[in-house]
């Protein structure tokens, strides 16, 4: 009788999916599966739609994207790919940045508009951002950072970028030749100083990225401030980035403090003396 039951819940399930209808919000059903309105003006809100150009066939060429994608999907389910482990952590992963991305947003529209004062405070400690921004013109190698101390303390030691391609030479560490320009807006404050010192000698700075680093000269600078109106909603923009941030930190910490956390003995960090 139960195996009659299933058998019958399973046919009526089949037959509500066979009478779906792409109509009211569902404007595609794939396979059974609908894409709604929503989910389409999300796309197309990220969508990058050139000047002029129709709405309509820009509508059709998102929708039939989000198909394609969609399409992919389900085959990559019944190869099962979904139940891997290897799936399951990174879908772990993606649903915990998105979560504090969010979670991030959220401190950001509800943290307090700075005033007028600490605006101007804030421009006046970031010249480098504001009024006295610039693009920097460099002459970059890229290469494999060494791992031998002796071959790091060489380069740490070499003041022009030729230098630098002799140790690398020397070390047989092929590298690569480039130009690139830097803004000097996206510059950390704890950076920035170290940087500016260095290319008003000329001498190259090593910035490490991942298992690569590059080394870089300043060849010449160009000014680009950003003053007056122009500068306000950059500048309370990164305030209240700033501000997100240390609420995060602080809630952070007091989640962290009140949270039961047990490790594998190992595991542990190391205790704070």
């Known amino acids: 009788m139960r195996s009659k039951i299933v058998l019958a819940v399973g046919i009526a399930l089949m037959a509500s999916a066979c009478t779906k209808k792409a109509e009211g919000q569902t404007v595609a059903i794939v396979n059974g599966e609908e894409i709604t309105a929503a989910e389409l003006n999300a796309e197309l809100a990220n969508a990058k739609m050139p000047e002029g150009a129709d709405k309509n066939q820009t509508r059709s060429r998102v929708l039939q994207a989000m198909i394609d994608r969609r399409l992919l999907a389900q085959q990559a389910k019944n190869d099962g790919i979904d139940k891997s482990p290897e799936f399951l952590n990174r879908q772990r992963r993606a649903t915990e940045d998105l979560l504090i991305n969010m979670f991030a947003s959220r401190q950001i529209d509800t943290a307090k508009l700075p005033a007028n004062s600490e605006i101007e405070k804030f421009q006046a400690t970031r010249p480098w951002i504001f009024s006295q921004r610039e693009q920097?013109?460099?002459?970059?190698?890229?290469?494999?950072?060494?791992?031998?101390?002796?071959?790091?303390?060489?380069?740490?030691?070499?003041?022009?970028?030729?230098?630098?391609?002799?140790?690398l030479n020397d070390a047989n560490i092929a590298f690569t030749r480039q130009k690139n320009k830097l803004d000097t807006a996206v510059i950390p404050p704890n950076l920035y100083g170290q940087l500016a010192s260095a290319g008003r000698s000329s001498e190259p700075f090593i910035i490490p990225i991942g298992t690569q680093a590059v080394a870089s000269t300043i060849v010449s600078r160009e000014p680009a401030p950003i003053t007056?109106?122009?500068?306000?909603?950059?500048?309370?923009?990164?305030?209240?980035r700033e501000q997100a941030s240390q609420l995060m930190?602080?809630?952070?910490k007091s989640i962290r403090d009140a949270a039961k956390i047990e490790y594998k003995e190992g595991y542990a960090p190391a205790a704070v003396k």
Not at 249 to 252: D, E, I, P, T, V
């Open 136 to 167: 920097w013109n460099l002459d970059q190698l890229r290469f494999q950072m060494p791992t031998d101390a002796a071959t790091k303390a060489k380069l740490e030691k070499a003041k022009t970028l030729e230098e630098v391609a002799k140790v």
């Open 228 to 240: 007056g109106a122009q500068a306000r909603p950059i500048a309370v923009a990164a305030m209240r």
């Open 249 to 252: 930190q602080n809630r952070l």
